[in-house]
């Protein structure tokens, strides 16, 4: 896929190869990348089907979800991840370009009704796209008190010459404003998928562009955007999620003998969502967190 931290597979037999590596290393999820198109000036190599069935399931037999990176993903593409049975489908499909529209989407692929009966869950990562083009844009993204604490000062020098160079960037103003326009579509799209009755879990895609790790509540807002309501908006985020990684056993809802893994936010989400912004105390497997305390230490410069 072009990342340093990929791993080529050229046949089944080292796609299954790959796979023990992985697991022994103690992997508890398998990802995949079927995008075939061309990237960033770099050229992918499309996974062959039957090296998609090899590694799905020698993962699956090892009790490992497999996960397919479809971000750009052609029709055949989306096709060749869904018949190799993998778990889910990670990010939104179509062309990759910067100022332009997707030409793909999971509803005009055909492939929807394959999708429901695998049971295969679409996290459709939609605040990765707001992070990437039009993030700066947004002062709840790059105005977050809470960055203080989630950022290193260097992060923070970064984030600060970022927005700099937004202000008087006319490419990136433009990527911006089609951004939102691939938004609009993709916020349609997840109301049709959820409508159809597709499985959907959030996942951010932290680390990329305004994309911050902890700020999960953007994807839960998106989705709520898209047609799901706050509470199935929340679940996508811990129930479905726990689901699909399979920890629903022992996590994602609160119940007795579950771990306990409690967020306690000021206000009620069920009727303003933004309110899971505003934290007040994580609990952690019973372990409780101040989050206020957190920020005065990093205030004080301590950090700890």
Same mark, same amino acid.
């Given at each position: 896929y072009g990342a340093p931290y990929?791993?080529?597979?050229?046949?089944?037999?080292?796609?299954?190869?790959?796979?023990?590596?992985?697991?022994l290393d103690g992997a508890e999820v398998i990802k995949i990348a079927v995008t075939s198109r061309t990237l960033k000036k770099a050229a992918i190599p499309s996974l062959a089907p039957e090296v998609v069935r090899a590694i799905v399931d020698d993962a699956h037999?090892?009790?490992?979800?497999?996960?397919?990176?479809?971000?750009?993903a052609t029709e055949a593409d989306l096709r060749n991840a869904i018949t190799g049975g993998v778990d889910s489908l990670e990010h939104m499909p179509g062309s990759w370009d910067p100022l332009g529209v997707p030409d793909t989407l999971y509803s005009t692929s055909g492939l929807v009704p394959e999708?429901?009966?695998?049971?295969?869950?679409?996290?459709?990562?939609?605040?990765?796209e707001v992070g990437e083009t039009y993030g700066p844009t947004i002062p709840e993204l790059s105005g977050d008190p809470s960055l203080r604490v989630?950022?290193?000062?260097?992060?923070?020098?970064v984030l600060a010459?970022?927005?700099?160079?937004?202000?008087?960037?006319?490419? %990136?103003?433009?990527?911006? @404003?089609? $951004? #939102?326009?691939?938004? %609009?579509?993709?916020?349609? @799209?997840? $109301? #049709?998928?959820?409508?159809?009755?597709?499985?959907?879990?959030a996942g951010s895609d932290a680390g990329s562009g305004f994309t911050f790790h902890g700020n999960l509540h953007t994807e839960i807002e998106l989705l709520s955007q898209g047609g799901l309501t706050p509470l199935e908006a929340i679940r996508c985020?811990?129930?479905?999620?726990?689901?699909?990684l399979g920890v629903l056993e022992d996590q994602g809802t609160v119940e007795v003998g579950k771990r306990a893994d409690l967020l306690l936010v000021r206000g009620?989400?069920?009727?303003?969502?933004?309110?899971?912004r505003a934290v007040d105390r994580v609990v952690i497997a019973g372990r409780v967190v101040e989050v206020q305390r957190l920020v005065n230490q990093v205030k004080k410069g301590t950090g700890k």
């Open positions: 990929a791993i080529e597979v050229a046949s089944p037999e080292e796609g299954r190869q790959r796979v023990e590596e992985l697991a037999e090892r009790g490992l979800p497999v996960a397919a990176h479809v971000a750009a999708i429901l009966a695998r049971h295969i869950t679409i996290v459709p990562t939609l605040s990765v989630r950022l290193t000062p260097k992060q923070r020098e010459s970022n927005l700099e160079d937004f202000a008087h960037n006319s490419k %990136r103003q433009a990527m911006a @404003e089609a $951004g #939102r326009r691939r938004m %609009r579509i993709f916020l349609e @799209e997840i $109301g #049709r998928l959820h409508a159809a009755g597709v499985r959907l879990a985020a811990t129930q479905e999620s726990a689901r699909l009620d989400p069920l009727k303003d969502l933004r309110v899971l």
